[in-house]
């Protein structure tokens, strides 16, 4: 086992949720060969041309990430992770909060194509092609901005990719809607947590009403100016935030997560061209947080 590599452990709780091979065609090639390959990119961000020769050929490597990123098999194998977690009470919902991280983009990862090619049979799916790609363009170059939803385990739960220059606020509904994990019982999905923290870039009306609308119990600080215009209003502005600075301090848990995300050298530099490519390279990481006891 080379450095880096699933473990027996990892494996054996990877394994029951990989898709099966189809009808058509030969046979895969090992899963947990080629999954190997794609964490030691992960892990160290070379091109895919570059894979040693123990992984087997490197396309072979590349084309099964960029299926299961396209098809939303990576997103199936994370839920179905997520549900264990959770069945195990691996997942800390006393504590769940937000916050993003922009991810440097390489110069390979502009130029895509802006239409998909037109393949005779099927249509072309929204999922894999958007305007953007994900990619913004600021003074430091072209960005790339995930944003997520941690536990208080320090992993994440849920995120989301937008260009590098867009705001944080209005994030946070999409990044809580996609807080879902499945119960192995049946069940409705555990979607709410027991508290959500938040810096300031996170206070509006809106996201505020959002949460209390769900009963979800915050901690996010006002700004200065918004204080004020509250205060302005009177009894029209509405009651000042309560706000308590020990549960607060527990937002370094998602800071802590981003950190550990980025610790995948093909996460903290965007190499790939699609979004729909990077989404299964964030969720890939994700899930190999996850696997780790």
């Known amino acids: ?40 990119r992960e892990r160290t961000g070379v091109p895919w041309r570059d894979l040693p020769a123990r992984f087997g050929p490197w396309k072979t490597v590349y084309e099964r990430h960029r299926r299961w990123s396209a098809d ?69 170059g072209l960005t790339c901005k995930i944003h997520l939803a941690g536990e208080g385990g320090r992993r994440p739960l849920a995120f989301l990719l937008t260009p590098g220059q867009w705001g944080d606020a209005p994030q946070l509904i999409p990044v809580m809607e996609r807080v879902r994990v499945a119960r192995q019982d049946g069940g409705r999905p555990r979607t709410r947590p027991g508290h959500l923290g938040g810096d300031k870039a996170y206070s509006s009306r809106r996201n505020r009403r959002y949460l209390r609308r769900r009963q979800i119990k915050h901690t996010i600080p006002e700004p200065k100016d918004q204080r004020a215009n509250r205060k302005r209003r009177g009894s029209q502005g509405g009651r000042p935030t309560g706000f308590d600075k020990t549960i607060y301090k527990r937002r370094n848990e998602v800071e802590r997560t981003i950190n550990a995300l980025k610790n995948f050298r093909a996460v903290a530099t ?13 969720t890939v990481a994700t899930i190999r947080l996850w696997l780790r006891p």
Request: hydrophobic letters at 35%.
């Open 72 to 140: 939303g098999s990576w997103d199936r194998i994370l839920a179905a992770v997520l549900a264990d977690a959770d069945a195990d009470g691996r997942i800390d919902w006393s504590m769940v909060s937000v916050d993003s991280t922009s991810c440097r983009a390489h110069q390979h990862a502009a130029g895509a194509r802006k239409k998909p090619p037109r393949v005779p049979g099927k249509r072309r799916t929204p999922q894999q092609h958007r305007p953007d790609e994900g990619l913004g363009r600021s003074r430091g």
């Open 1 to 40: 086992m080379g450095r880096g590599d699933l473990t027996a452990d990892e494996w054996a709780r990877l394994k029951p949720h990989l898709p099966k091979a189809g009808q058509r065609g030969g046979r895969w090639a090992s899963h947990r060969r080629v999954i190997n390959g794609i964490l030691f």
């Open 270 to 282: 965007r190499f790939d061209k699609r979004a729909y490519v990077f989404h299964g390279t964030v």
